[in-house]
């Protein structure tokens, strides 16, 4: 598995650090995404799929 972020599609809301705040983290500037692991481990999988489908700007991809 492999995370991408869009930093520029971002909206801020912090759903992404909610749900998998092992994954990413936001700018204090900002709010905008950081992605803290591109590779997540087994076990860390379901929340990087969650974060993603709930990220309202549709700026986390994931590859399988």
Known sequence: MRV???PDKCASSGNCVMRAPEIFDQRDEDGVVVLLN???SPEQA???R???AGCPASAIDIEE
């Open 46 to 48: 379901e929340s990087a």
């Open 4 to 6: 991408i972020v869009d």
């Open 50 to 52: 969650s974060a993603a």
């Open 38 to 40: 591109e590779n997540p």
